[in-house]
C-alpha cells in the first residue's frame, strides 16, 4: 500500500508559478510511477501529468506542456510539478497518484491517491 501526501498549494496570480510536493510513503515506491491529476469544481478529475518508474519516461496533457513538469526524487520519495505561467484555468484542486505497473501511461492503472491541495490562480 502506498500513502500519498500533497502540499504546495496556494493563492497564485497568473503568470506567476508554484511547485506542488507529493510524500509518498509505503514499502514499494521504486517501482511505481507517479501522476497528477486535477479536479476544478462541478468538473471531472482530469489527468495533467505522469513519470514512469525510472524517471525517463514523462507525460503531459496538452494544455501545460511547456509550463509543466513533473519530476521525483528517489532519495526523498518524492514527487514533484512545478508550474510556471499559470493560468486562471489551472484552477483545480490537485491530487498525486501511484500506479504499481511502473508505467503511468494508462489513467485506470492509478490505483492510489493523495487527498488534494487546491491550486487557485487569479486574474
Known amino acids: 500500500q502506498v500513502q500519498l501526501v500533497e502540499s504546495g498549494g496556494g493563492l497564485v496570480q497568473a503568470g506567476g508559478a508554484l511547485r506542488l510536493s507529493c510524500a509518498v510513503s509505503g514499502r514499494t515506491w521504486g517501482g511505481y510511477a507517479y501522476g497528477w491529476f486535477r479536479q476544478a469544481p462541478g468538473k471531472e478529475r482530469d489527468f495533467v501529468a505522469a513519470i514512469d518508474w525510472s524517471g525517463a519516461g514523462t507525460y503531459y496533457t496538452d494544455s501545460v506542456k511547456g509550463r509543466f513538469t513533473i519530476s521525483r526524487d528517489n532519495s526523498k520519495n518524492m514527487v514533484y510539478l512545478q508550474m510556471n505561467s499559470l493560468k486562471p484555468e489551472d484552477t483545480a484542486v490537485y491530487h498525486c497518484?501511484?500506479?504499481?505497473?511502473?508505467?503511468?501511461?494508462?489513467?485506470?492503472?492509478?490505483?492510489?491517491w493523495g487527498q488534494g491541495t487546491q491550486v487557485t490562480v487569479s486574474s
Open positions: 497518484a501511484a500506479d504499481s505497473t511502473g508505467w503511468g501511461k494508462e489513467i485506470g492503472d492509478f490505483g492510489s
